[in-house]
């Protein structure tokens, strides 16, 4: 053989050899890269069927002191739809199906049981004792599956130990081990006697305080800006403006950002880079910095209801109170560094969007405290007016109460002239503060 063609065939062996080896290369990265979306796509699903738990939980709970039909009716369409999407995220993850059997019965019967519910004029108290079965199987199902979300977020793999299927050659996650414990919380799950969808609509209104609004300029702007963040005019920068339902001038000094709108000039937010380091400042003391503050910045009339402390920051909401009515569709939310006392954030856009002139109704003369569940002690009593999910308002009373039997706290409101339940929020107490859900 000549020289010329034993080059040409080592020539042709290298540049094959070569191509095996980028071909070997590409498709390697193109399997890890196709494993890196089908976790991020697994560990989505496992965190949807965890929040889907959890509201599964809290609206059995909310359900526990329902006492009329509409109320019921919409906790338990509620129920339904949650556990219809937490069945679709289960079954998108790669566990042993055929192991989770009674997941899968509780799920159905639960949200079917619900949605007969939502179809009675009255609850009985056997139908309020299967709720409370109910519950106490979806909070030990809850508490597993926020476990394993805890380990993905540790970093655990689903697409990591795959192992064998029970049920043939498909693999499946050695998570499927944990699933299959779980099941065992439904070993003595009740047979529940059932006879037997609601969709929430947001509507996006205007707003009637900034339509009536005189216009400022960039100027007034800028000014009212460094009142706001309490600096000297001079260092305030011109960022940017924004559109849509609050246009606004966009500014910053610093770590700063505050946004000023257009008409009428109110502070629609601020922002602060990073977090305090430290914690000096007590939550009562932020209280009242953030209630001062928003008198100095023209938010009058504002009455503070909970808090919640995270990263050194406590963030106070804020409702607009008058002659007695706190309107909780007016919210503002303030954020004092717990560091040194300072404004660390505000958003108003609850109160920009929904502050306006209301007429008020003559509330009833009598009470509906008489008509709230048994075993619910009432520890205090005002008027308000709430937020509805398809974008009305409700005048109500708010009761606030105590569930004698477990402790647990709950505000429960009634409409202020048929005394019928409009809603009801389960309040949640930590060492960070109270929040409500």
């Known amino acids: 053989m000549k020289r010329r063609s034993i080059i040409r065939i080592c020539s042709f062996g290298i540049c094959a050899a070569a191509a095996l080896c980028a071909f070997a290369a590409s498709s390697a990265a193109s399997a890890r890269d196709y494993k890196t979306r089908l976790e991020a796509v697994y560990q989505r699903e496992l965190m949807q069927l965890s929040e889907c738990l959890d509201s599964v939980e809290t609206d059995l709970m909310k359900s526990r002191y329902c006492y009329s039909a509409q109320m019921m009716g919409k906790i338990s369409g509620d129920i339904y739809s949650q556990c219809c999407t937490a069945k679709n995220a289960l079954s998108s993850l790669p566990v042993d199906q055929p192991q989770l059997t009674g997941t899968y019965k509780f799920l159905s019967q639960t949200g079917d ?43 655990g793999s689903l697409t990591e130990n795959e192992i064998s299927s029970l049920g043939g050659d498909a693999r499946v996650s050695g998570f499927s081990a944990d699933f299959a414990a779980a ?26 305080l900034i339509a009536s609004s005189p216009k400022a300029d960039q100027a007034q702007c800028r000014r009212i800006a460094a009142k706001a963040l309490g600096v000297d005019e001079g260092g305030v920068v011109y960022k940017t403006e924004e559109s849509g339902k609050l246009p606004a001038y966009v500014f910053s000094y610093k770590l700063s950002t505050v946004a000023v709108t257009k008409n009428g000039g109110y502070v629609a937010y601020i922002l602060n880079e990073g977090a305090p380091s430290v914690r000096s400042v007590t939550e009562e003391n932020a209280v009242n910095i953030a209630r001062d503050f ?40 303030v954020g004092v560094s717990l560091a040194d006392g300072s404004i660390f954030s505000l958003e108003a856009d609850g109160y920009l969007m929904n502050h306006t002139s209301r007429e008020t109704p003559a509330f009833a003369a009598e009470s509906s405290e008489e008509r709230l569940p048994e075993g619910c002690r009432v520890i205090s009593e005002s008027r308000c007016l709430i937020p509805k999910s398809d974008g009305t308002e409700v005048f109500c009373r708010e009761y606030r109460c105590r569930d004698t039997k477990t402790g647990r706290e709950v505000l429960i409101y009634t409409d202020s002239e048929t005394g019928e339940q409009e809603d009801i929020l389960l309040l949640l107490y930590s060492d960070n503060g109270t929040l409500t859900k």
């Open 113 to 155: 049981y619900a949605r007969s519910l939502s179809k009675k004029d009255e609850i009985t108290q056997k139908e309020y004792e299967d709720i409370e079965t109910l519950l106490s199987y979806a909070e030990k199902y809850s508490e597993l599956t926020d476990e394993l979300v805890a380990r993905c977020n540790a970093g």
């Open 183 to 208: 099941e065992e919380t439904f070993e003595d799950y009740p047979t529940l006697l059932y006879d037997g969808p609601f969709a929430d609509a947001v509507l996006e209104r205007e707003s009637e």
């Open 294 to 333: 928003l008198n100095k910045t023209g938010y009058t009339d504002m009455k503070e209801s909970y808090y919640s402390v995270y990263n050194n920051v406590c963030t106070i909401n804020f409702a607009y109170c008058k002659d007695g009515i706190t309107y909780y569709s007016d919210l503002i939310k």
